[in-house]
Antibody
């Protein structure tokens, strides 16, 4: 079965670091771009960035550049999203999604809820 | 960056109504546009890709059209399970950008 499996929900304090993951299976992981999408509570979808696991080519939205780091470990078919200093405003659901060829996201992970609160 | 202006932001409609949602791009994006449906607490689901191609398994009452800067998602006869929020996404150039979303509610 082709799927993206994300790591579980996280509760963190402001200033803490965090790395969440997205593991692909059932397809050639290194051949498809994987993106990250943020959804703050009650709000819309925001495109954060995207990585090509084959060579780790990464693109960021200017809104998220410098705020997060996207990385990949192709040996374990996993893409990561990390923060070095969380803020309360990072509280959101984070989705990973696969780009299909030249088209947009055809498959999504189930989401990882990140809560940042003192 | 390319801005995607989606309208309306919300609408009320009845079962059986024809519903049209529009996305306008701030510059030409060819047909690099997709439409997604999201129900409360659920993962977004792609309905349309390449502006007008129907995703496998998606009912034929959904259709997409447009090219360049103006795009439309049409639901020909709204069904109870279609009440949801819809988003467009341009992927012509980085950064990709979503529209603000259209919430379709029951009248």
């Amino acid at each position: 079965e082709v799927q993206l499996v994300q790591s579980g929900a996280e509760v963190k304090k402001p200033g803490e670091s965090l790395k969440i993951s997205c593991k692909g299976s059932g397809y050639s992981f290194t051949s498809y771009w994987i993106g990250w999408v943020r959804q703050m509570p009650g709000k819309g979808l925001e495109w954060m960035g995207i990585i090509y696991p084959g060579d780790s080519d990464t693109r960021y939205s200017p809104s998220f550049q410098g705020q997060v780091t996207i990385s990949a470990d192709k040996s374990i078919s996993t893409v990561y999203l990390q923060w070095s200093g969380l803020k309360a405003s990072d509280t959101a659901m984070y989705y990973c999604a696969r780009r299909s060829g030249y088209d947009a996201f055809d498959m999504w992970g189930h989401g990882t809820m990140v809560t940042v609160s003192s | 960056d390319i801005q995607m202006t989606q309208s309306p932001s919300a609408m009320s409609a009845s079962v059986g109504d024809r519903v049209t949602i529009t996305c306008r791009a701030s510059q030409g994006i060819s047909n690099y546009l997709a439409w997604f449906q999201q129900k409360p607490g659920k993962v977004p689901k792609r309905l349309i890709y390449a502006a007008s191609s129907l995703e496998s398994g998606v009912p034929s009452r959904f259709s997409g059209s447009g090219s360049g800067t103006e795009f439309t998602l049409t639901i020909s006869s709204l069904q109870p399970e279609d009440f949801a929020t819809y988003y467009c996404l341009q992927h012509n150039s980085y950064p990709w950008t979503f529209g603000q979303g259209t919430k379709v509610e029951i009248k």
